[in-house]
Structure formats: structure tokens, C-alpha cells
T-cell receptor, first 113, second 116 residues
């Protein structure tokens, strides 16, 4: 099983460019999330989905869009990249319920110049 | 809303000794889960251990145990017999039940360094 796959692993963008970070999971998990990790801080929730067609905002949603058309995929779109979005982005999935861990992708290191 | 506080930015331990990493949480939810994740220098997030709010027994997974004190709202991670490979960043996290499964709130992390 591949688990949670994120692409790309590294990306450099210019200010104002847009791009999509891809996330796919093959565990048939209903719950998927995007987090960002900045230096000296823990992970912060950007957007969240409890199933295909259902998304919700997390703690830091501004500047990001998501949609979930299938159970497997949960892409994160940066509409107009800003230097403040330089971060490491993690996608995670979980099956929900008691005592279920979140499985994380390997992360995408994004630099906006 | 949930809040996780890890007050130890860095911890040092001698190889083969035990170490406790502190975590306190603040939540108004009746049902919640507490997690510990390890992040080595390579960057991936590795799940270590879980404790449910209704679990009366402290969780254990191999060398990891979670010292859960509900009244004090603390969920400290105890690593026994530390190994050099335990050197990493450790995050405490929580989620609420129901539709908030997997919607994790993280602490700021503790960097653990294991000395030979």
C-alpha cells in the first residue's frame, strides 16, 4: 500500500503564481486534512474533509482552496502565492472513529519568492 | 476549540534512560483523542501512541507509554530505555470525536536529543 502520497515534494513559486498540491490516499479513508508546518510551530490545520463533496475550513484557510470530488483525492490550491505561504505542507487521512490515527504524507516543501 | 501546550522546547536524555515529554491540553469536548507523533530530521510524521478520553488505562506501545491525568488535563509521553534513534521532534496532538475525527490540533513540539 502506498498510503498517503503527496506531489510534488519540493516546489519554488514566484509571488502571484498559482499551483495545486496533490494528495492521494489508497486506504479508503473518509477523513482528509491539509496542514502547514512553519519553523518553531506545530502543524496547523488549513482545510478538512469528512467525505467526497464535503469540506470545511481549519485554523488557517486564507489563500487556499480545496475540493473533494473523490474519496481518494484531496488537492490543495494556492490561488495567488505569497511569501507568507512558504512552509512545509502535509496531507493526512484517517478512517474516523475511536483510536484511529491520522496517516501523513511525506510533505511538500514550498518556497515562494 | 482545543489547545495543546508543550512547554519543553528541548530535552536531553542519556541513552538507555527514560524521559518524559510534557503535554497539557485544553478542551471543552467530552470526547476527544490524544496522540503523540514523532518527526525525525527526515521530516515524516510517525504515529506513536493514542489515548482516548474515556480510556481508564494509560496507553502503552512498546517503549512508549502515555501518562494520562484527566483531571490535570495532561497527557505526557514516557519513552523508556532511550535509543539514539529516538532523537527527533515530538508532537502532542488532539482531536474531538464525531465529525472532528482526524481534525488535529498540535502543540509546538519538543526536540529530544539522546546522548550516547
Amino acid at each position: 500500500n502506498a498510503g498517503v502520497t503527496q506531489t510534488p515534494k519540493f516546489q519554488v513559486l514566484k509571488t502571484g503564481q498559482s499551483m495545486t498540491l496533490q494528495c492521494a490516499q489508497d486506504m479508503n479513508h473518509e477523513y482528509m486534512s491539509w496542514y502547514r508546518q512553519d519553523p518553531g510551530m506545530g502543524l496547523r490545520l488549513i482545510h478538512y474533509s469528512v467525505g467526497a463533496g464535503i469540506t470545511d475550513q481549519g485554523e488557517v484557510p486564507n489563500g487556499y482552496n480545496v475540493s473533494r470530488s473523490t474519496t481518494e483525492d484531496f488537492p490543495l490550491r494556492l490561488l495567488s502565492a505569497a511569501p507568507s505561504q512558504t512552509s512545509v505542507y502535509f496531507c493526512a487521512s484517517s478512517q474516523g472513529g475511536v483510536n484511529t490515527e491520522a496517516f501523513f504524507g511525506q510533505g511538500t516543501r514550498l518556497t515562494v519568492v | 476549540a482545543q489547545k495543546i501546550t508543550q512547554t519543553q522546547p528541548g530535552m536531553f536524555v542519556q541513552e538507555k534512560e527514560a524521559v518524559t515529554l510534557d503535554c497539557t491540553y485544553d478542551t471543552s469536548d467530552q470526547s476527544y483523542g490524544l496522540f503523540w507523533y514523532k518527526q525525525p530530521s527526515s521530516g515524516e510524521m510517525i504515529f506513536l501512541i493514542y489515548q482516548g478520553s474515556y480510556d481508564e488505562q494509560n496507553a502503552t506501545e512498546g517503549r512508549y507509554s502515555l501518562n494520562f491525568q484527566k483531571a490535570r488535563k495532561s497527557a505526557n509521553l514516557v519513552i523508556s530505555a532511550s535509543q539514539l534513534g529516538d532523537s527527533a521532534m515530538y508532537f502532542c496532538a488532539s482531536d474531538a470525536g464525531g465529525t472532528s475525527y482526524g481534525k488535529l490540533t498540535f502543540g509546538q513540539g519538543t526536540i529530544l536529543t539522546v546522548h550516547p
